[in-house]
């Protein structure tokens, strides 16, 4: 399966980003779509995730501020990132596992998000 990502950029603390992850290769297969992000100083971190349910799973660092969802095709992933925080910039990554408790099995490239105060 390949993961695409597009959507990063810079944006005001306070302000509103939101990424897309196409996903395109073994899209009959059911997996656990996730954001995944990661500092310069290699902290990861798995933002959100949605599973092959529609059920959604969030970092306590975005709950309530960012929303993952699907599309009905299900082969485009987005994070709608709201009131955004210096804090959410990083490198993000749009992952594919099996389970949402399993190891990442696919990797997009990556999209840097800024955010200024």
């Known amino acids: 399966v390949q993961l695409v990502e597009s959507g990063g950029g810079s944006a005001q603390a306070g302000g509103s980003l939101r990424l897309s992850c196409a996903v395109s290769?073994?899209?009959?297969?059911?997996?656990?779509m996730s954001w995944v992000r990661q500092t310069p100083g290699n902290t990861r971190e798995g933002v959100a995730n949605?599973?092959?349910?529609?059920?959604?799973g969030y970092a306590d660092s975005v709950k309530g501020r960012f929303t993952i969802s699907l599309d009905n095709a299900k082969t485009t992933v987005y994070l709608q990132m709201n009131s955004l925080k210096p804090e959410d910039t990083s490198m993000y990554y749009c992952?594919?596992?099996?389970?949402?408790?399993?190891?990442?099995?696919?990797w997009g490239q990556g999209t840097q998000v800024t955010v200024s105060s």
């Open positions: 992952a594919a596992r099996a389970t949402c408790s399993g190891p990442y099995q696919h």
């Open positions: 290769g073994d899209t009959n297969s059911r997996y656990c």
């Open positions: 949605i599973d092959i349910n529609g059920i959604t």
